[in-house]
């Protein structure tokens, strides 16, 4: 159960040295134990993910315990792990994006931070609206098969 329940869609733009503002709405959501640092690696879907660095502490610390003599689990550490980058906050409240995971996600300038749960996605722009307008057609869908599943209604009911 995540500790951090971070929400909210944020536009941003990248300045020229590839730093983003963070938004102050955004920032008071996190926890004051990430202490302005955050950890930034290669999402699912072609987005990035913003992790405070207590939150990635965590994950990684519930990966720590696998089994690394089972291949299915380094490579699945490897991948989760593949551009981890560490982050600081600066005193404008920016953050230096690094070269190589723009380029992975395709990010030049228009930015969309999605914040849930305990991360924040980072998308191109113009990839996330593609993205959210392709799902919107498929969410009942999706929605039945997550929530209404006799498997996962216990699920549904906790969030009742």
């Not at 994950?59 to 003599?69: C, D, E, I, V, Y």
């Not at 113009?126 to 969410?139: A, I």
Request: hydrophobic content about 40%.
């Amino acid at each position: 159960m995540p500790t951090t329940n971070l929400i909210g869609e944020f536009e941003c733009r990248l300045d020229d040295k590839s730093r983003i503002i963070l938004p102050s709405a955004l920032k008071k959501q996190i926890s004051p134990e990430a202490h302005d640092r955050f950890v930034i690696n290669r999402g699912f879907e072609g987005c990035l993910v913003l992790y405070p660095q207590n939150v990635w502490d965590e994950t990684t610390g519930k990966m720590n315990s696998l089994n690394l003599f089972v291949k299915e689990n380094r490579q699945f550490v490897r991948a989760f792990n593949n551009g981890a980058t560490p982050l600081s906050l600066d005193s404008q409240n920016r953050l230096l994006l690094p070269k190589p995971l723009l380029d992975f996600a395709s990010i030049d300038r228009e930015i969309i931070l999605f914040a849930y749960s305990d991360r924040i996605e980072v998308w191109n722009k113009k990839t996330y609206l593609d993205l959210v307008s392709n799902e919107s057609d498929d969410f009942a869908q999706l929605a039945e098969k997550v929530m209404g599943n006799p498997k996962t209604s216990n699920i549904a009911d906790d969030l009742s």
